[in-house]
């Protein structure tokens, strides 16, 4: 018997159910098992299991890849709305089972996340640590996963983005073609998730060249970078034929055409909270400030508060320079690419800043890890151990 994998599939086994433990705890407050469904609370999920009552056959459901979708608002995103198909002929207009399917989902992408985490340098723990702040995050772009339905297609898309990223960086690193091709299929279901998974064009271009550069690999981070375009290009095509089934007018929010409509608009505020983004507590502090711009407003608790995130922010991000400056150039090529969709929309919903804040967690989660390991914080432990097992021992001897 392989005691060693025995103990391995043990220590899986409790990690996922504290994940599981900790997914139900941080969202499950959303949870309201005899609130109905209905068009106050969630507009959009409400009228896209409307549309799907209204046609609610198989065949219909697989007419929305080339087609509308149920809510009608030309948009292309046909897998999220099959998964509501397929929950809606299970328990019809029902809230919460939706919401724990979304639960369980955001419990996935912790999960895709710790390994991505891992893939690019993190150590285990440090990289568990992140997954576990997803989870635990009380702020409202986590907390509408459970909130919403409608938000099914930015928990979709952000998963088979993630899975796509973490396949990327292995095959530029000089994983096996296996790794090419998942990232091709993880990047289409991407697509077909929502179209802000354009983002994989320019994520993939910034890390073919920053392994490029390192690795020197060229005929690699050109095969990357060629799949990418590849399969937009395929989307797009894809976009364009379903295109002629859909409503008559784009949405300014809910539609690739209303997307890049806004792109050719951007506003100085939009760029101003794209850089607050790259340093968000500095942002929140400069927000703070500009609605009370006095002198009592530096000493006021908000602003300590604030300034105070901002040194710890600091200290993160010296941390990871100082001792593995990698994954947090990782986190910034993420965070800068899945932003660009997204620019025009900040003044619209939370969920919006969902995909490019995921990886966050790197930063506490990495420094602390530094930190306590160049500390001989594991020494400390197994020191500490060792004295309480010789404890234990001289007692039991004792009796």
Not at 221 to 228: H, N
Request: contains cysteine; aromatic residues 12%; positive net charge.
């Amino acid at each position: 018997m392989d005691h060693g994998r025995t103990a391995v599939d043990r220590r899986r086994w409790l990690r996922l159910g504290v994940l599981l433990v900790l997914a139900f705890a941080g969202q499950g407050v959303e949870l309201r098992f005899r609130e109905p469904l209905s068009d106050m609370r969630d507009r959009d999920g409400y009228m896209k299991l409307c549309g799907i009552a209204r046609h609610p056959t198989l065949r219909d459901a697989l007419l929305r890849f080339v087609g509308d979708d149920p809510q009608g608002v030309h948009t292309f995103r046909p897998l999220p709305a099959f998964t509501l198909f397929v929950e809606y002929r299970l328990w019809g207009f029902c809230r919460w089972p939706y919401q724990i399917v979304n639960i369980l989902g955001l419990l996935l992408t912790a999960l895709v996340l710790e390994r991505l985490c891992r893939t690019i340098g993190l150590p285990p723990p440090a990289a568990a640590a992140v997954g576990v702040l997803l989870l635990v995050d009380g702020s409202q772009f986590t907390r509408v996963i459970a909130g919403c339905i409608a938000t099914r297609h930015d928990l979709l898309c952000v998963l088979f983005c993630l899975l796509a990223y973490d396949h990327l960086i292995r095959w530029l690193r000089g994983g096996p073609p296996r790794d090419l091709a998942a990232y091709a299929g993880w990047s289409l279901l991407a697509y077909l998730s929502k179209e802000m998974a354009l983002a994989l064009v320019p994520l993939t271009c910034g890390a073919a060249l920053f392994t490029g550069l390192r690795r020197r690999e060229a005929r690699r981070a050109l095969a990357a970078v060629g799949v990418s375009a590849a399969v937009a290009a395929v989307w797009y095509g894809w976009f364009r034929l379903a295109e002629a089934n859909m409503g008559p007018s784009p949405h300014v929010s809910h539609s690739l055409g209303g997307m890049l409509g806004k792109l050719r608009h951007v506003d100085s505020v939009a760029g101003v909270l794209f850089l607050y983004q790259l340093c968000w507590p500095l942002g929140d502090i400069v927000r703070t400030f500009r609605a009370d711009p006095s002198f009592a407003a530096l000493l006021g608790a908000p602003l300590q508060k604030d300034f105070l995130k901002l040194a710890l922010f600091c200290w993160a991000c010296w941390m990871l320079i100082r001792h593995q400056p990698g994954p947090l150039v990782w986190m910034y090529l993420w965070k800068i690419t899945t932003y660009l969709p997204v620019l025009p929309l900040h003044d619209t919903w939370s969920w919006y800043g969902y995909m490019p804040k995921v990886l966050n967690g790197i930063l506490p989660a990495g420094a602390l890890w530094h930190w306590w390991h160049s500390h001989g914080g594991r020494e400390r432990v197994g020191a500490m151990l060792d004295r309480r097992l010789a404890w234990i021992a001289l007692v039991r001897g004792r009796w």
